[in-house]
């Protein structure tokens, strides 16, 4: 089992940068593929970044290329969200897998991701 818990969200100006980081517990995050997901109140949950289980290879959606970035370090995922705008505002979700994952592969379907976090809130005002 693997517990995901993310940390760092809060309220910002349009404009502004903020990140926020997942961490694991019961089980490290190294060596695992993760992505980021968001769900703003009465949408479907959404991709937004992720990250193969090197670190070697990411990918973001196009809503946020340019502007947000992820990475990784032993023990958490990160995602770095810059230029922030009204429409980022959601709760943002990480991810992981734990088994059956291709080297390098980026994985970017809800369905593909076995482990999720409870998610944080960003809330961006214009």
């Known amino acids: 089992q693997v517990q995901l818990v993310e940390s760092g969200g809060g309220s910002v100006q349009a404009g502004d940068s903020l990140s926020v980081s997942c961490a694991a517990s019961?089980?490290?995050?190294?060596?695992?593929?993760a992505g980021w997901f968001r769900q703003a109140p009465g949408k479907e949950r959404e991709f937004v970044a992720g990250?193969?289980?090197?670190?070697?290879d990411t990918d973001v959606a196009t809503s946020v290329e340019g502007r947000f970035t992820t990475s990784r370090d032993k023990n958490s995922v990160y995602l770095h969200m810059n230029s922030l705008k009204p429409e980022d505002t959601a709760i943002y979700y990480c991810?992981?897998?734990?088994?059956?994952?291709?080297?390098?592969?980026?994985?970017?379907?809800?369905?593909?991701?076995?482990?999720w976090g409870q998610g944080t809130q960003v809330t961006v005002s214009s």
């Open positions: 990250i193969s289980s090197r670190g070697s």
């Open positions: 019961g089980r490290t995050l190294n060596y695992f593929p």
């Open positions: 991810a992981t897998r734990t088994s059956g994952s291709i080297l390098g592969m980026v994985y970017r379907t809800a369905t593909e991701y076995d482990y």
